[in-house]
Protein backbone atom coordinates (compact mmCIF):
# COMPACT_ATOMS: atom_id res chain seq x y z
CA UNK A 1 0.00 0.00 0.00
CA UNK A 2 1.71 3.55 -0.90
CA UNK A 3 2.03 6.37 0.95
CA UNK A 4 -1.09 8.33 -0.68
CA UNK A 5 -3.43 5.41 0.21
CA UNK A 6 -2.75 5.36 3.50
CA UNK A 7 -2.84 9.32 3.52
CA UNK A 8 -5.88 8.87 1.96
CA UNK A 9 -7.44 6.39 4.44
CA UNK A 10 -6.23 8.20 7.23
CA UNK A 11 -8.18 11.45 6.00
CA UNK A 12 -11.13 10.04 5.56
CA UNK A 13 -11.34 8.37 9.16
CA UNK A 14 -10.96 11.28 10.68
CA UNK A 15 -13.88 12.84 8.40
CA UNK A 16 -16.10 10.52 9.64
CA UNK A 17 -15.16 10.87 13.47
CA UNK A 18 -15.89 14.39 12.79
CA UNK A 19 -18.96 13.76 11.19
CA UNK A 20 -20.15 11.42 13.84
CA UNK A 21 -19.19 13.90 16.33
CA UNK A 22 -20.96 16.76 14.72
CA UNK A 23 -24.23 14.56 14.65
CA UNK A 24 -23.65 13.59 18.63
CA UNK A 25 -23.22 17.24 19.23
CA UNK A 26 -26.49 18.37 17.34
CA UNK A 27 -28.42 15.31 18.85
CA UNK A 28 -27.38 16.25 22.22
CA UNK A 29 -27.70 19.83 22.01
CA UNK A 30 -31.39 19.82 19.94
CA UNK A 31 -33.11 16.83 20.09
CA UNK A 32 -32.60 14.29 23.52
CA UNK A 33 -29.54 14.00 25.85
CA UNK A 34 -28.93 11.42 28.88
CA UNK A 35 -28.37 12.69 32.57
CA UNK A 36 -27.42 10.52 35.71
CA UNK A 37 -29.16 11.23 39.14
CA UNK A 38 -26.81 11.68 41.97
CA UNK A 39 -28.84 13.11 44.96
CA UNK A 40 -31.93 12.41 46.82
CA UNK A 41 -33.91 15.13 46.15
CA UNK A 42 -36.36 14.11 43.64
CA UNK A 43 -37.20 10.60 45.80
CA UNK A 44 -39.38 8.71 45.73
CA UNK A 45 -40.13 9.60 41.44
CA UNK A 46 -36.39 9.61 40.92
CA UNK A 47 -33.37 7.46 42.79
CA UNK A 48 -30.12 7.56 43.12
CA UNK A 49 -28.68 5.56 40.35
CA UNK A 50 -31.12 6.14 37.77
CA UNK A 51 -30.40 7.19 34.07
CA UNK A 52 -32.81 9.84 32.18
CA UNK A 53 -33.35 11.18 28.52
CA UNK A 54 -34.21 14.61 29.05
CA UNK A 55 -35.95 16.24 26.11
CA UNK A 56 -33.97 19.49 24.54
CA UNK A 57 -37.17 20.65 22.10
CA UNK A 58 -39.43 20.83 25.03
CA UNK A 59 -39.28 24.23 25.91
CA UNK A 60 -36.94 25.70 22.99
CA UNK A 61 -33.55 26.60 22.91
CA UNK A 62 -31.37 28.79 24.43
CA UNK A 63 -27.01 28.98 25.16
CA UNK A 64 -27.77 26.19 27.99
CA UNK A 65 -28.83 24.36 25.54
CA UNK A 66 -25.28 23.70 24.16
CA UNK A 67 -22.30 22.03 25.57
CA UNK A 68 -20.46 24.40 27.99
CA UNK A 69 -23.05 27.01 27.74
CA UNK A 70 -21.44 29.13 24.89
CA UNK A 71 -22.38 33.19 25.48
CA UNK A 72 -23.91 33.43 22.22
CA UNK A 73 -27.75 34.56 23.05
CA UNK A 74 -29.19 35.95 26.32
CA UNK A 75 -32.39 35.07 24.22
CA UNK A 76 -34.49 31.41 23.89
CA UNK A 77 -35.79 30.38 20.36
CA UNK A 78 -38.86 28.66 19.86
CA UNK A 79 -40.06 29.20 23.82
CA UNK A 80 -42.43 26.66 24.94
CA UNK A 81 -44.41 27.60 28.07
CA UNK A 82 -43.76 24.53 31.03
CA UNK A 83 -46.34 23.18 32.66
CA UNK A 84 -47.49 22.78 36.56
CA UNK A 85 -45.85 19.34 37.67
CA UNK A 86 -43.09 19.32 34.55
CA UNK A 87 -39.67 17.63 35.49
CA UNK A 88 -37.51 20.48 34.39
CA UNK A 89 -33.70 19.85 34.08
CA UNK A 90 -32.17 23.15 34.59
CA UNK A 91 -28.68 25.56 35.08
CA UNK A 92 -28.90 26.24 39.06
CA UNK A 93 -28.71 30.88 39.02
CA UNK A 94 -26.34 30.41 41.41
CA UNK A 95 -23.55 29.33 38.81
CA UNK A 96 -25.23 28.65 35.60
CA UNK A 97 -22.83 25.51 35.43
CA UNK A 98 -24.79 22.86 37.67
CA UNK A 99 -27.61 21.11 36.47
CA UNK A 100 -30.36 20.52 38.56
CA UNK A 101 -33.46 18.82 38.12
CA UNK A 102 -36.66 19.76 40.16
CA UNK A 103 -40.55 19.84 39.26
CA UNK A 104 -42.29 23.01 38.91
CA UNK A 105 -44.85 24.15 41.19
CA UNK A 106 -45.06 27.85 40.49
CA UNK A 107 -45.58 29.77 37.02
CA UNK A 108 -44.72 33.49 36.68
CA UNK A 109 -47.33 35.30 39.36
CA UNK A 110 -48.10 32.46 41.38
CA UNK A 111 -47.66 32.98 45.45
CA UNK A 112 -46.40 29.43 46.73
CA UNK A 113 -46.11 28.53 50.69
CA UNK A 114 -45.93 26.19 53.43
CA UNK A 115 -48.21 26.37 56.20
CA UNK A 116 -48.49 23.70 58.86
CA UNK A 117 -46.62 21.75 56.57
CA UNK A 118 -49.13 22.08 53.65
CA UNK A 119 -48.38 23.54 50.23
CA UNK A 120 -50.63 26.48 49.12
CA UNK A 121 -50.53 27.59 45.77
CA UNK A 122 -52.40 31.36 45.26
CA UNK A 123 -54.35 30.70 48.75
CA UNK A 124 -55.56 27.21 47.81
CA UNK A 125 -53.95 23.91 49.27
CA UNK A 126 -52.89 21.57 47.26
CA UNK A 127 -54.99 18.30 47.33
CA UNK A 128 -52.58 15.36 48.80
CA UNK A 129 -53.85 11.47 49.58
CA UNK A 130 -51.12 9.62 52.25
CA UNK A 131 -50.33 6.50 50.97
CA UNK A 132 -49.24 3.34 52.34
CA UNK A 133 -45.62 3.50 50.96
CA UNK A 134 -43.53 3.08 54.36
CA UNK A 135 -40.08 2.89 53.07
CA UNK A 136 -37.37 5.18 54.35
CA UNK A 137 -35.66 7.58 51.90
CA UNK A 138 -32.42 8.65 51.38
CA UNK A 139 -31.18 12.00 52.54
CA UNK A 140 -27.93 12.27 52.00
CA UNK A 141 -25.85 9.23 53.88
CA UNK A 142 -29.25 9.16 56.08
CA UNK A 143 -32.91 8.11 55.83
CA UNK A 144 -35.43 9.79 56.69
CA UNK A 145 -38.70 8.33 57.94
CA UNK A 146 -41.17 9.99 55.98
CA UNK A 147 -44.46 10.04 55.44
CA UNK A 148 -45.41 10.25 50.91
CA UNK A 149 -47.96 11.97 49.38
CA UNK A 150 -50.21 11.79 46.17
CA UNK A 151 -50.41 15.47 45.50
CA UNK A 152 -52.40 17.04 43.18
CA UNK A 153 -51.25 20.19 41.18
CA UNK A 154 -54.33 22.76 39.84
CA UNK A 155 -53.92 21.27 36.42
CA UNK A 156 -54.44 18.25 37.50
CA UNK A 157 -51.01 16.47 37.39
CA UNK A 158 -50.59 14.18 40.43
CA UNK A 159 -46.95 12.94 41.56
CA UNK A 160 -45.31 11.36 45.01
CA UNK A 161 -43.95 13.72 47.19
CA UNK A 162 -42.25 12.73 50.53
CA UNK A 163 -42.31 14.36 53.98
CA UNK A 164 -39.82 14.50 57.07
CA UNK A 165 -41.89 13.23 60.07
CA UNK A 166 -40.12 15.55 61.82
CA UNK A 167 -41.37 18.23 59.77
CA UNK A 168 -38.34 20.32 59.56
CA UNK A 169 -39.90 23.14 56.40
CA UNK A 170 -43.22 23.22 57.95
CA UNK A 171 -43.81 27.11 57.43
CA UNK A 172 -42.11 29.51 54.76
CA UNK A 173 -42.37 32.74 53.82
CA UNK A 174 -44.71 33.47 50.58
CA UNK A 175 -42.60 33.77 47.61
CA UNK A 176 -44.25 35.48 44.97
CA UNK A 177 -42.75 34.05 41.35
CA UNK A 178 -41.33 36.74 39.20
CA UNK A 179 -42.02 37.80 35.43
CA UNK A 180 -39.96 35.42 33.28
CA UNK A 181 -39.36 32.56 36.21
CA UNK A 182 -40.36 29.35 37.74
CA UNK A 183 -40.64 28.25 41.39
CA UNK A 184 -39.32 24.56 41.41
CA UNK A 185 -39.06 21.55 44.44
CA UNK A 186 -37.94 18.72 44.94
CA UNK A 187 -40.40 15.93 45.64
CA UNK A 188 -38.29 15.06 48.87
CA UNK A 189 -39.51 18.20 50.36
CA UNK A 190 -37.38 18.25 53.53
CA UNK A 191 -34.27 17.20 51.67
CA UNK A 192 -34.39 19.24 48.31
CA UNK A 193 -31.87 22.61 47.86
CA UNK A 194 -34.58 24.27 45.34
CA UNK A 195 -36.59 27.48 44.85
CA UNK A 196 -37.45 27.89 48.61
CA UNK A 197 -33.51 28.58 49.49
CA UNK A 198 -33.57 32.11 47.51
CA UNK A 199 -29.43 32.40 48.36
CA UNK A 200 -29.20 29.08 46.95
CA UNK A 201 -31.23 28.16 43.76
CA UNK A 202 -34.16 30.98 44.08
CA UNK A 203 -36.35 31.66 40.96
CA UNK A 204 -35.41 29.73 37.70
CA UNK A 205 -35.15 32.46 34.76
CA UNK A 206 -36.43 31.00 31.48
CA UNK A 207 -33.20 31.42 30.12
CA UNK A 208 -31.58 28.61 32.17
CA UNK A 209 -33.97 25.65 31.57
CA UNK A 210 -32.24 22.78 29.92
CA UNK A 211 -34.85 20.37 29.02
CA UNK A 212 -37.67 18.05 30.24
CA UNK A 213 -36.91 14.61 32.06
CA UNK A 214 -39.34 11.93 29.85
CA UNK A 215 -37.62 8.41 31.02
CA UNK A 216 -35.54 6.11 32.74
CA UNK A 217 -33.45 4.21 30.58
CA UNK A 218 -31.10 2.78 33.20
CA UNK A 219 -30.81 2.09 36.91
CA UNK A 220 -28.53 0.68 38.90
CA UNK A 221 -28.57 1.07 42.84
CA UNK A 222 -24.98 2.65 43.45
CA UNK A 223 -25.78 1.33 47.40
CA UNK A 224 -25.34 -2.44 46.13
CA UNK A 225 -22.75 -2.69 43.33
CA UNK A 226 -21.39 -0.32 40.51
CA UNK A 227 -21.10 -0.21 37.13
CA UNK A 228 -17.53 -0.92 37.17
CA UNK A 229 -18.74 -4.35 38.95
CA UNK A 230 -20.51 -5.50 36.23
CA UNK A 231 -20.71 -9.19 37.49
CA UNK A 232 -22.51 -7.60 40.71
CA UNK A 233 -24.81 -5.93 37.95
CA UNK A 234 -27.71 -8.56 38.59
CA UNK A 235 -28.10 -7.81 42.04
CA UNK A 236 -27.71 -3.38 41.59
CA UNK A 237 -29.92 -3.00 38.50
CA UNK A 238 -33.48 -2.10 38.80
CA UNK A 239 -35.19 -3.89 36.23
CA UNK A 240 -38.39 -2.99 37.33
CA UNK A 241 -37.68 0.85 36.34
CA UNK A 242 -36.08 0.23 32.80
CA UNK A 243 -37.76 2.56 30.01
CA UNK A 244 -40.22 4.03 32.91
CA UNK A 245 -41.98 7.13 31.20
CA UNK A 246 -41.78 10.22 34.08
CA UNK A 247 -44.80 12.68 34.90
Known amino acids: MTRKKIKNIIL ?55 PFSPNISNNRFLFKKPEQGDLIVFKTPADNRTDYIKRLIGKPGDEIQFINGDLFINGSKIVREETK ?22 NGVKYLAAYNKQGTLKNTKKYIVPKNHLFLMGDNRDCSKDSRFLDDVG ?27 FWNLQNSFRFERTFKILQ
Open 203 to 229: FVNNLNLVGKAKIIFFSNDTKKGSLLK
Open 12 to 66: ENIKTLIGALLIAILIRSLLIQPFYIPSSSMEPTLLVGDRIFVSKYSYGYSKHSF
Open 133 to 154: ISEPIRCGNFLLETNTFVETLP
